[in-house]
T-cell receptor, first 113, second 112 residues
Framework: GDSVTQMEGPVTLSEEAFLTINCTYTATGYPSLFWYVQYPGEGLQLLLKATKADDKGSNKGFEATYRKETTSFHLEKGSVQVSDSAVYFC????????????FGTGTRLLVSP | EAQVTQNPRYLITVTGKKLTVTCSQNMNHEYMSWYRQDPGLGLRQIYYSMNVEVTDKGDVPEGYKVSRKEKRNFPLILESPSPNQTSLYFCASCQGTGYGYTFGSGTRLTVV
């Protein structure tokens, strides 16, 4: 069935390091793709999205490119900050009609000073 | 402020005692959904609604009920809660295809 696979965490980085969190998906057609972030004790916030192949979503220094050929949507940031410490979820949406939003299991990022 | 409001934030209850978690959105979204979040399992959809009086099951609907009598409200009902329903619950709403969901702050439920 349709699924989203994220790299296992936690990912531990020093401040200003480069971040990559891998995400691949399976789906019929070309679904919208999302990254959500969850800070401790809070709900999920939409970080960025891409709705078609080769689209690049970006927000707060984070980027992800919709790669149809590799069915991937990897999250990147050039220089992480301590305040980026959170759990990041990749999700696959729907392209036509209405289907559930399918989430990966989440990747915890820990950034130390 | 555009938001999804859930209540309560925390709830401890006993097995078998009916409870309702309320959810309301002020964005006039047609789509609403309930998810539960469990360690190692990510978020799983319980129920969703495409519009008033239109609801359908998600991945894990057993033991839950929902209703959508008004566009803004989408309560989650546990008729007879059991300990395996101890979880963090999120309500979410969506404008439509490609927009992503706006999530509430969550309800942490403990069933003893």
């Amino acid at each position: 069935g349709d699924s989203v696979t994220q790299m296992e965490g936690p990912v531990t980085l020093s401040e200003e390091a480069f971040l990559t969190i891998n995400c691949t998906y399976t789906a019929t057609g070309y679904p919208s793709l999302f990254w959500y972030v969850q800070y401790p004790g809070e709900g999920l916030q939409l970080l960025l999205k891409a709705t078609k192949a080769d689209d690049k979503g970006s927000n707060k220094g984070f980027e992800a490119t919709y790669r149809k050929e590799t069915t991937s949507f990897h999250l990147e940031k050039g220089s992480v900050q301590v305040s980026d410490s959170a759990v990041y979820f990749c999700a696959r949406g729907w392209n036509t009609g209405f289907q559930k939003l399918v989430f990966g299991t989440g990747t915890r990022l820990l950034v130390s000073p | 402020e555009a938001q999804v409001t859930q209540n309560p934030r925390y709830l401890i209850t006993v097995t078998g005692k009916k409870l309702t978690v309320t959810c309301s959105q002020n964005m006039n979204h047609e789509y609403m959904s309930w998810y539960r979040q469990d360690p190692g399992l990510g978020l799983r959809q319980i129920y969703y609604s495409m519009n008033v009086e239109v609801t359908d099951k998600g991945d894990v609907p057993e033991g839950y009920k929902v209703s959508r009598k008004e566009k803004r409200n989408f309560p989650l009902i546990l008729e007879s809660p059991s300990p395996n329903q101890t979880s963090l619950y999120f309500c979410a709403s969506c404008q439509g295809t490609g927009y992503g969901y706006t999530f509430g702050s969550g309800t942490r439920l403990t069933v003893v």
